[in-house]
């Protein structure tokens, strides 16, 4: 089976359920992903509702550390994390705006994203 449920994959912050399968190392893990059941960041499931007339563009988000020391469980302090947004498609010249929401709650459902109750709005101008 090449697939699993995605009510199967949610555990708690000490990951003792789903994440409990997960072993060390790249490859192993791919069926147990860990994802919060109390706050969930990142996931698209069916996709995001997208106005006709000026539809948002792809964007990735990387960041330089995969490292996690603040989990509930560790001594570690957390740390500083540098992050790289890659935006496909961009028109030089043209002026875009990235919008963040710290309540999945509060993203729109309708696609009238710039109307809606955001946290943080970063507009930048595309260039070459």
Known sequence: KLYRRFDSLVDDIFMTGNCSKAVPGLGHNEYYPCI????DFGYAITGVVEPTSSPSL???L???SFC????PWSQE???????TVTIQH??????YAILRWDDY???PIDGNYL???????YIFTATG
């Open 90 to 95: 961009l028109e030089q010249g043209r002026q």
């Open 62 to 64: 990387s960041v330089d």
């Open 36 to 39: 919060s059941k109390y706050t």
């Open 68 to 71: 996690e020391p603040d989990f």
């Open 77 to 83: 302090s957390p740390i500083q994390l540098t992050g």
């Open 115 to 121: 109307a809606s109750d955001y946290d943080r709005k």
């Open 58 to 60: 792809p964007l990735s």
């Open 105 to 107: 709650r509060r993203v």
